[in-house]
């Protein structure tokens, strides 16, 4: 069978290491776009594990400079490499700094998408397309969400991302593209950003089991969020390019919890209570708030056969474990 080359954009963040490492152990070659900051090194950290000698003939890993924002580079990328699958998980993904980064949300969030789409299309290439969509563009609707449930962003994420998803069915349906948005609820890990929600509240709960902080400050803690494990979303999103036929799944454990109940559940397996440590603050309060999101995962779990087995009470303990490791070792 030959072997399958893959197109990650994102491949530094939390999922796109994951999904590349997927990916390698199921013998894809795998090209990585890289947004490199401004003192010009690229973020590989997440990489670590996958990441080979440049010099090593038989390496399957590609990095390359740039970002989505670069229509020029997108088309030749695409073009040059001929990928069989295109995985875009590239956008500003902090729902609080939209608010703040709406135009550059938007150029990378939503434009990009379509940027990406388009280079697809272009190159008249048979390749599959995963858009990574997210359960913030459910907004207000009533949960539990599903993908027959309506959308009503709240934030400029939100708006952004929903443009995204509307363009990949709208090329889906168009060009007869396979182009799948996969609508992720909340999923994370040991290589969540430090600024999110839960890996601010484990990271806090290390360092203070350390004796090195006392206190950690958050927003509302009343928010219903569906938390699953980022390593199985990573697998979800390659089932869907698996599939017969492109279509739009919600990827959710369809478990809710309260940012209350994941942080006593994270102190707790310190042995801490969480009360003694969290104060709150409402410079982390959003300007629209989205009180809760559940996800129905009955599709994918119907026809994908993907279901989550990590929920959020044992992804807290996963979570804390983790930080007290790094910060011991």
Same mark, same amino acid.
């Given at each position: 069978?030959?072997?399958?080359?893959?197109?990650? *954009?994102?491949?530094?963040?939390?999922?796109?290491? $994951?999904?590349?490492?997927? +990916?390698? @152990?199921?013998?894809? &070659? #795998?090209?990585?776009?890289?947004?490199?900051?401004?003192?010009?090194?690229?973020?590989?950290?997440?990489?670590?594990?996958?990441?080979?000698?440049?010099?090593?003939?038989?390496?399957?890993?590609?990095?390359?400079?740039?970002?989505?924002?670069?229509?020029?580079?997108?088309?030749?990328?695409?073009?040059?490499?001929?990928?069989?699958?295109?995985?875009?998980?590239?956008?500003?993904?902090?729902?609080?700094?939209?608010?703040?980064?709406?135009?550059?949300?938007?150029?990378?969030?939503?434009?990009?998408?379509?940027?990406?789409?388009?280079?697809?299309?272009?190159?008249?290439?048979?390749?599959?397309?995963?858009?990574?969509?997210?359960?913030?563009?459910?907004?207000?609707?009533?949960?539990?969400?599903?993908? *027959?449930?309506?959308?009503?962003?709240?934030?400029? $994420?939100?708006?952004?991302? +929903?443009? @995204?998803?509307?363009? &990949? #069915?709208?090329?889906?349906?168009?060009?007869?593209?396979?182009?799948?948005?996969?609508?992720?609820?909340?999923?994370?890990?040991?290589?969540?950003?430090?600024?999110?929600?839960?890996?601010?509240?484990?990271?806090?709960?290390?360092?203070?089991?350390?004796?090195?902080?006392?206190?950690?400050?958050?927003?509302?803690?009343?928010?219903?969020?569906?938390?699953?494990?980022?390593?199985?979303?990573?697998?979800?999103?390659?089932?869907?390019?698996?599939?017969?036929?492109?279509?739009?799944?919600?990827?959710?454990?369809?478990?809710?919890?309260?940012?209350?109940?994941?942080?006593?559940?994270?102190?707790?397996?310190?042995?801490?209570?969480?009360?003694?440590?969290?104060?709150?603050?409402?410079?982390?309060?959003?300007?629209?708030?989205?009180?809760?999101?559940?996800?129905?995962?009955?599709?994918?779990?119907?026809?994908?056969?993907?279901?989550?087995?990590?929920?959020?009470?044992?992804?807290?303990?996963?979570?804390?474990?983790?930080?007290?490791?790094?910060?011991?070792?």
């Amino acid at each position: 069978m030959p072997v399958k080359t893959a197109l990650i *954009t994102g491949i530094t963040g939390q999922d796109g290491s $994951y999904l590349a490492e997927l +990916l390698l @152990a199921k013998g894809y &070659t #795998v090209h990585g776009i890289v947004r490199h900051a401004s003192s010009l090194i690229a973020n590989t950290s997440r990489l670590d594990a996958v990441y080979q000698d440049p010099h090593d003939a038989e390496r399957r890993l590609f990095l390359h400079k740039g970002d989505v924002t670069d229509a020029g580079l997108l088309n030749n990328l695409v073009r040059d490499i001929e990928p069989d699958e295109v995985y875009n998980l590239a956008a500003q993904s902090h729902v609080r700094v939209s608010f703040d980064l709406p135009d550059y949300t938007a150029n990378v969030t939503a434009l990009g998408a379509i940027r990406l789409l388009e280079a697809v299309r272009a190159a008249r290439i048979d390749a599959k397309v995963y858009q990574a969509s997210t359960s913030e563009m459910f907004g207000t609707a009533a949960p539990p969400q599903s993908e *027959t449930t309506g959308f009503h962003p709240r934030s400029p $994420y939100g708006v952004a991302k +929903l443009f @995204a998803h509307w363009a &990949t #069915v709208n090329y889906r349906e168009s060009y007869d593209m396979f182009a799948v948005s996969g609508i992720a609820f909340n999923h994370e890990s040991p290589r969540r950003g430090e600024t999110f929600v839960t890996r601010k509240i484990t990271r806090a709960v290390a360092r203070i089991a350390a004796g090195l902080e006392k206190k950690v400050y958050l927003g509302n803690l009343d928010a219903v969020r569906d938390w699953g494990y980022a390593p199985e979303y990573a697998e979800a999103m390659w089932l869907t390019l698996q599939h017969g036929a492109p279509d739009d799944y919600v990827i959710a454990t369809g478990r809710p919890a309260t940012v209350r109940e994941f942080a006593e559940a994270a102190f707790a397996h310190a042995g801490l209570d969480w009360r003694d440590h969290i104060e709150h603050d409402e410079r982390y309060e959003r300007p629209a708030e989205v009180p809760a999101l559940v996800g129905d995962p009955a599709k994918i779990e119907r026809e994908i056969g993907w279901k989550a087995r990590v929920h959020w009470d044992e992804l807290a303990r996963v979570m804390v474990d983790a930080d007290r490791a790094a910060l011991s070792g």
